[in-house]
């Protein structure tokens, strides 16, 4: 079992930079694929990023791609997301999720077994 809290969301203005973090319990956090998905009011659930346990392997959506960072910290059972020069269609709940073991993609949202409640983010233009 695994639970999963996230937290670092708030209003920013748009270029500025916020950093979620995703704290776990549960055993054998260190073997988990961690992901970032996001869901904006009227839009379906997004893929936003992912890591694999070893940290060695990251993935993007396109639209975030130099300006988003995943990476993770096992020792503090935490992953994290450390968002950059953000835009007002950054704007979402953001939720943290983790995957026992991926069978076909890291961005497919029913690869995740285990899911945050959501934080806010919410950039101004």
């Known amino acids: 079992q695994v639970q999963l809290v996230e937290s670092g969301g708030g209003l920013v203005q748009a270029g500025g930079s916020l950093r979620l973090s995703c704290a776990a319990s549960?055993?054998?956090?260190?073997?988990?694929?961690m992901g970032w998905f996001r869901q904006a009011p009227g839009n379906e659930r997004e893929f936003v990023a992912a890591i694999r346990w070893s940290g060695e392997s990251t993935y993007y959506v396109d639209s975030v791609k130099g300006r988003f960072t995943i990476s993770r910290d096992n020792a503090k059972s935490t992953v994290f997301l450390q968002m950059n020069s953000l835009k007002p269609e950054d704007t979402a709940v953001y939720y943290c999720?983790?995957?026992?073991?991926?069978?076909?993609?890291?961005?497919?949202?029913?690869?995740?077994?285990?899911w945050g409640q959501g934080t806010q983010v919410t950039v101004s233009s």
């Open positions: 999720a983790a995957s026992w073991h991926v069978n076909y993609s890291d961005r497919d949202a029913n690869e995740y077994a285990y």
């Open positions: 549960g055993r054998t956090f260190s073997y988990y694929t």
